[in-house]
């Protein structure tokens, strides 16, 4: 079994900087020991790690968390002039190259007194490439689940390569990783990607599992593979770092880059992932069928059960959006059944006030409860997802039960369940806009040399991060922040958790903010 993961170190305290580093170009792993005073024969723990994490300190605490570069491992790779500067679409654009010291900031809400903090290296097309046109081979996987924009993904970065960088080697892998050692590629031209856009799901097939890296990198070094594209999530991407060490150990020339992909919104760092958008407009038509169900039936209830398997973000927004719920429910806030305060009691006093009723549960919500319910044991899918309970036909059954012990109270329940709708479908205008600037962006980072990296935007500009910095964690809903207080402001449900819950999540946030300002303060990342 391989272990994605890259285990944190302790911080140990390296000798004084000699000379900062330049950002202009990318530092080769020796030159960037010797820069920060190095010269041990044997590097330490600490040293590795931050080898790996490739960072670099400023002034007032600026870090630049940057992303790996061939030029790491391969120092003599020669450059060539940008294509696109002599593309005519982008004569008029005054300064399409991006400075090579433009660095996007994690943190977009400072204190006058705070440090600058952690930043990353700022996607966009770069002067110098390190690939000639037709020396370029790409591929293109998608691997996990389904989700809306993985067509334009493959459309854009098809396009892209061909009409910007003039690149005309892109082959798709089908079947996602397993694709790579047990199917054949499929070629891809501009043409035949026209109209993918449209459709949902992925043209190329996606499964889950499947990974074997040396399985992998041989079919890369075989079909001379030197651009690989995944899209996928957390756990795909997981499988994408250690793709990319595995490249860097054998000394290859391929630039392993990630496209996130999530529906559920989970991905650390990130804004948000493409197909979110789509997702919770798609939401609304269940809840509003749940709700005409509800409103047009004496005592009516309709519940309707959303993808979340961790994180609830599409219950979450979908929920604010419509304004028609009146109890969401997530993962990431517990909530009980019987006695005072619980959800049943809820929905019967919200029965007598409304006459009907709306409820949105996250796939993840309750699986304490409903595990406990039915002595149940965890499994796992072939990506080691735990398997989940049906939370949306417990819940309604429980409701069932309820009311059947008051039968001077009758209902009428509505079970929706839209998930495979939601994610099978295309994605919206949003979305595809999204898409393909993650696409592009994705390009111009691999035609620029860097390679270990996912793009995404921060703070509403697209960057380029390191693996590690997305898969060491996921993206959840904070319950103790203002966004899930509008929430149960807008349904006007309790929050069915007790004062010592509140104070627990509280200190857990605390003592991550702790941790985070202690990692930025060490003087492994100082400016010295």
Known sequence: MESFGVPPAPVAAPEKRKKPLDLKDPVPAAAAAAANGGGATKASPAAKWAEKKKLVGGDAGYVLEDVPHLTDYLPQLPTYPNPLQDNPAYSVVKQYFVNPDDTVTQKIVVHKTSARGTHFRRAGPRQRVYFQP??????????????????????ELVCGLYDMYGVTSVVGIEGGYKGFYSKNT??????SVNGIHKRGGTVLGTSRGGHDTAKIVDCLQDRGINQVY????DGTQKGASVIYEEVRRRGLKCAVVG??????????????????????????????????EAESAENGIGVVKLMGRNSGFIAMYATLASRDVDCCLIPESPFYLEGKGGLLEFVERRLKDNGHMVIVVAEGAGQ?????SMNSVDTQDASGNKLLLDVGLWLSQKIKDHFKKKPRFPITLKYIDPTYMIRAVSSNASDNVYCTLLAHSALHGAMAGYTGFIVAPVNGRHAYIPFYRITEKQNKVVITDRMWARVLCSTNQPCFLSHEDVENMKHDDDEHHLHNTLLLDSPENSSK
Do not use: M
């Open 230 to 233: 995944i899209i996928g999530g």
């Open 368 to 372: 304490d409860l409903i595990a406990k």
């Open 259 to 292: 496209v996130p992909k999530t529906i559920d919104n989970d991905i650390a760092v990130i804004d948000k992932s493409f197909g979110f958008d789509t997702a919770v407009e798609e939401a609304q038509r269940a809840i509003n069928a749940a709700h005409v």
């Open 134 to 155: 037709d020396e370029v081979n790409a591929a293109i996987v998608t691997c996990g689940g389904l989700c809306p924009g993985l067509n334009t993904v493959i459309r």
């Open 186 to 191: 499929v070629a891809l031209t501009p043409r």
